[in-house]
């Protein structure tokens, strides 16, 4: 049970941590992203995606992690995991950033998928 609380509060740091940084620096981290110029448009957007972030990470942040909010985390990485690797291999990233983000995406996405069968059969 440590382990699965472990793994929430770990993504659930992650996720502040992004939300925060998206909040505060857009224009270092939209270049890191996609392969487009900062404008001050694109910014807001991304200022807009950290706070959903920080949402998120709050939403999920209590220990034990509450099941419904267990499973947002679960289809927000998966999701993530996707878009970031269709990003990556249509060219339209920034670069490591983004294989980096899908690496960390795939990898809490496949635990919280082992996490979620343990729980139903368990």
């Known amino acids: ?11 659930s740091a992650i ?10 620096l857009p224009s270092v981290v939209m270049p890191l992203l ?6 001050a448009p694109a910014e807001r957007l991304m200022q ?12 999920c942040w209590e ?4 099941l419904p909010a267990k499973r947002g985390l679960l289809v ?15 060219e ?3 670069g490591a950033a983004v294989w980096a983000g899908a690496l960390i995406h795939v990898i809490l996405g496949g635990l919280m998928i082992r996490d979620q069968f343990a729980h139903v059969s368990g």
């Not at 996720?15 to 505060?24: A, F, H, Q, R, S």
């Not at 996609?34 to 404008?39: C, R, T, V």
């Not at 927000?76 to 249509?90: E, K, R």
């Open 15 to 24: 996720e502040l941590i992004t939300g925060v940084t998206l909040l505060l």
């Open 48 to 59: 807009l995606y950290g706070l959903a972030l920080l949402g998120l990470g709050v939403a």
């Open 92 to 94: 339209l990233s920034g």
């Open 63 to 66: 220990s034990p992690c509450p």
């Open 34 to 39: 996609l392969n487009a110029a900062s404008s």
């Open 76 to 90: 927000y990485n998966c999701s993530a995991a996707v878009l970031l690797i269709t990003l990556g291999s249509q």
């Open 1 to 11: 049970m440590r382990t699965r609380s472990t793994l929430y509060r770990l993504a």
